[in-house]
């Protein structure tokens, strides 16, 4: 779970910032279960740890790479209808990815180093 959801964007993220136009934005996919102020139950301890942790890696990227123009936020794609969160869900994947596209074209400094949801809603770390 840490290699896929914290290495992964860590490695990505040194991988394409100097690359990077600038402005330019780089969206980090987290989820409300990795924020631990808004923790309201129990469960899924490692999967929230590596959440928190991408969270981190996100807020500390977005420092690094701010001088050099770039926006670095993360995104919460909702609870979505895939094979990991059910035919339950709330929403569908295209609902979701329309989100986070929308927010990842209109991002800018003021959004960076912050965590949204796919609607826009701020979440707290």
């Not at 402005?23 to 987290?30: D, E, F, L, N, R």
């Not at 936020?73 to 929308?102: C, E, F, N, Q, Y």
Request: charge should be neutral; avoid cysteine; glycine fraction near 12%.
């Amino acid at each position: 779970v840490m290699r896929i959801n914290v290495f992964g964007p860590m490695r990505l993220i040194a991988a394409i910032a100097s690359r990077m136009a600038n402005p330019g934005a780089i969206a980090v996919i987290s989820s409300r279960m990795g924020s631990i102020g808004g923790m309201g139950d129990g469960g899924y301890a490692l999967y929230r740890a590596s959440k928190a942790a991408v969270n981190a890696v996100t807020r500390a990227a977005s420092l690094e790479f701010a001088a050099d123009g770039l926006t670095v936020l993360a995104l919460h794609p909702g609870w979505v209808k895939t094979d990991m969160g059910g035919a339950d869900a709330d929403i569908d994947v295209a609902t979701s990815v329309s989100g986070m596209r929308r927010l990842i074209d209109q991002a800018s400094a003021r959004e960076s180093g912050r965590f949204f949801d796919y609607t826009g809603t701020e979440l707290s770390w």
